[in-house]
């Protein structure tokens, strides 16, 4: 593939993974780093595992793989400056976020799930790190919902015109 060819590839990749409608989520190791991230997966049930993917070249790849231990929370409805700041190459990325204090590694408050994870392995892929974390504690908030990201912008489950629409579209319906 020629070069032309390989760069027009991973443009389309791109643009067809911003097609993937996915959680907002913070790693945070327990060290000065942090980051925004969607590449988050359960892995299994018995023993309770997620991964995360990570950049080769970010600090919070180096602070996790020296600390051993990550956070991932899950970012709520309202909660995009956080993803923003996490996101930014800014030097304190911690500077006006609020964090649990019933936790050692450092967790969103107000995310509306969190893992605090050990890692168990550390695996190459391509210019990222998976990293597969055996979750040592989590927990999840029923009151509040989920960032979302879609096409490159930040959005909700249901934005409350989809929703307005739809309830009038049900009302319509139902007198008919």
Aim: glycine share 10%.
């Amino acid at each position: 593939m020629t070069t032309s060819a390989a760069q027009d590839m991973c443009t389309i990749y791109r643009g067809a993974m911003a097609r993937f409608t996915t959680g907002v989520t913070t790693i945070t190791p327990n060290g000065p780093a942090g980051m925004t991230a969607s590449a988050v997966a359960s892995v299994s049930l018995d023993p309770l595992m997620l991964l995360v993917c990570v950049g080769n070249k970010l600090a919070t790849r180096h602070a996790i793989a020296d600390s051993g231990v990550f956070a991932v929370s899950v970012l709520a409805q309202g909660q995009e400056g956080h993803a923003l700041r996490f996101a930014s190459r800014c030097d304190d990325k911690f500077a006006g976020i609020g964090f649990r204090p019933d936790y050692e590694i450092p967790v969103v408050e107000g995310a509306v799930a969190h893992f605090s994870c050990r890692v168990k392995e550390e695996l190459p892929g391509g210019d990222h790190t998976i990293f597969i974390g055996e979750v040592e504690s989590c927990g999840y908030s029923g009151d509040s919902d989920p960032l979302v990201y879609f096409g490159g912008r930040f959005g909700s489950l249901c934005d409350p015109d989809s929703h307005a629409r739809l309830a009038f579209d049900w009302q319509l319906a139902a007198s008919l």
